[in-house]
């Protein structure tokens, strides 16, 4: 099975960064997922890696470390909009085909 | 990426009713997925469907209450029978297209 763990509501200031973390235990990893959810609608893909490091895009970074099972998500000069729940997710390919499971989510608000 | 549609958007129901919810992709894909996402909660995998094969069912849930049907590789179906109150969700359709994995809008379901 997988657990995955990231902190259920953070508050950040407009213009600042925010980091969310994300733990996760697996035995058949097989990449992270990032995506963002506004209320009422479905996710919105942000970020994936695969490979240990920092993936970079726009405001939006993603980090991944394989064997300390952790990943964050930065968002930099934040934006009222960015207010949203932000799901890590992993997939895993132990049981024979392509699982995708996901975390309960961080809830982000952004405050001016 | 890929375009995904669902229908009906939302629908509210009586008890002991089925409702089938349709999944259309833009592109032809191997694998299709059917979350559920209650209220407040994140995505919880229903099942996995590929296409000329049995649909992979999660643990917690049975292919009598939730019967999936994958006729070709850019649709599928997912029916909730014998709805109950506690069938009340968000039923998100997704599909996995170059490492990425995309959602459809979701379809409000409303048991009375």
């Known amino acids: 099975g997988q657990n995955i763990d990231q902190p259920t509501e953070m508050t950040a200031t407009e213009g600042a960064i925010v980091q969310i973390n994300c733990t996760y235990q697996t035995s058949g990893f097989n990449g992270l997922f990032w995506y963002q959810q506004h209320a009422g609608e479905a996710p919105t893909f942000l970020s994936y890696?695969?490979?240990?490091g920092l993936e970079e895009k726009g405001r939006f970074s993603s980090f991944l470390s394989r064997s300390k099972g952790y990943s964050y998500l930065l968002l930099k000069e934040l934006q009222m909009k960015d207010s949203a729940s932000y799901l890590c997710a992993v997939r895993d390919g132990s049981g024979g085909y392509q699982k995708v499971t996901f975390g309960t989510g961080t809830k982000l608000q952004v405050i001016p | 990426s890929a375009v995904i549609s669902q229908k009906p958007s939302r629908d509210i129901c009586q008890r002991g009713t089925s409702l089938t919810i349709q999944c259309q992709v833009d592109?032809?894909?191997?694998?299709m997925f059917w979350y559920r996402q209650q209220p407040g909660q994140s995505l919880t995998l229903i099942a996995t469907?590929?296409?000329?094969?049995?649909?992979?069912?999660e643990s917690g849930f049975v292919i009598d209450k939730f019967p999936i049907s994958r006729p070709n590789l850019t649709f599928s179906t997912l029916t909730v029978s014998n709805m109950s109150p506690e069938d009340s969700s968000i039923y998100l359709c997704?599909?996995?297209?170059?490492?990425?994995?995309?959602f459809g809008p979701g379809t409000r379901l409303t048991v009375t």
């Open positions: 469907a590929n296409q000329g094969s049995e649909a992979t069912y």
């Open positions: 592109s032809q894909v191997t694998m």
């Open positions: 890696n695969v490979l240990d």
């Open positions: 997704s599909v996995e297209h170059s490492y990425e994995q995309y």
